[in-house]
């Protein structure tokens, strides 16, 4: 029987100590040790303020850690600079609230990535955006400015720029999937899709991570569980695992309503 090939994390952190954005001074989680590898799928939980938003904006390198180390796609995240931008751009990352430009359309949010980093014509970029729009079933919001659209459509439309290039590896921020039932159920359905290789990606598998204060929709046994509790990061295993049902944070989340 041959061993199973373990390939290198694409995300490390060792020993890490992670600060607030709002607050550098202020530090909300300490000695994080993580390794997210090539086809994983990462599901994060804590409640609110327990410093996920601030742990994924490290593992995207838009932040250092305080102390200890944090490595993406092999680069030391303290040494990132426009020599580093190509590893950076294979990093997709949406924030929780989606951090839209109002004044721009969903068409041209979207658009932007291709326009900074991609060397295409207008014409090859409106084809591009054109797919993501259908991708994520933006279509009829596609000249829209953001504040003229429900929270939903907004965070896909984050969804869809976090996408225009084509990461390896995508970070989503309590992405909750809307209000409604399926809403949430067309987002869990659409990331499995992308995770185990979407047409969009060429059939590439996406490595993904969501942080997120609501379990219940993230059941699957394939997935990776951690935990945010008291400043302490808990690596807990799969889905019903010893580590897993035990652990305090996971009780209170599965405790609360899902909001169906």
């Known amino acids: 029987m041959s061993e199973e090939v373990i390939h290198p994390a694409i995300l490390e952190m060792c020993g890490a100590t992670i600060a607030a954005l709002q607050d550098p001074s202020r ?3 300490e000695n994080v040790h993580w390794s997210v590898r090539p086809g994983d799928f990462w ?5 609110q303020y327990s410093g996920k938003s601030d742990l994924l904006l490290h ?6 850690p305080v102390d200890g180390t944090c490595h993406i796609f092999g680069c030391n995240t303290r040494e990132f600079d426009e020599t580093q931008l190509s590893e950076r ?3 997709g990352f949406t924030f929780a609230d989606g951090r839209l430009f109002n004044q721009l359309t969903l068409a041209n949010n979207i658009a932007l990535p291709l326009r900074y980093h991609r060397e295409l014509t207008d014409a ?3 084809r591009n955006v054109t797919t993501l729009l259908e991708l994520l079933e933006l279509t009829p919001f596609a000249n829209v400015t953001p504040g003229n659209v ?3 459509w907004r965070q896909r439309a984050a969804l869809a720029r976090a996408l225009a290039l084509k990461p390896e590896l995508l970070l989503l921020d309590n992405p909750n999937g809307g209000p409604t039932a399926r809403h949430r159920q067309w987002l869990v359905n659409f990331l499995d899709q992308l995770w185990r290789g979407h047409d ?3 059939r590439r598998p996406l490595t993904l991570v969501v942080a997120t204060d609501d379990l219940h929709p993230w059941q699957h046994p394939q997935r990776k ?3 945010l509790h008291e400043g302490h990061f808990s690596v807990l295993g799969a889905w019903g695992a010893e580590d897993f049902v035990r652990h305090h944070a996971v009780k209170e989340l599965l405790a609360a309503p899902d909001g169906t």
């Open 27 to 29: 530090l909300v989680l």
């Open 124 to 126: 090859e970029i409106a």
């Open 150 to 152: 429900a929270a939903v």
């Open 89 to 91: 751009l294979r990093v």
């Open 200 to 202: 969009f990606l060429g």
């Open 59 to 64: 593992a995207a390198g838009l932040m250092a």
């Open 225 to 227: 569980f951690a935990a």
């Open 43 to 47: 599901v994060v939980a804590g409640p």
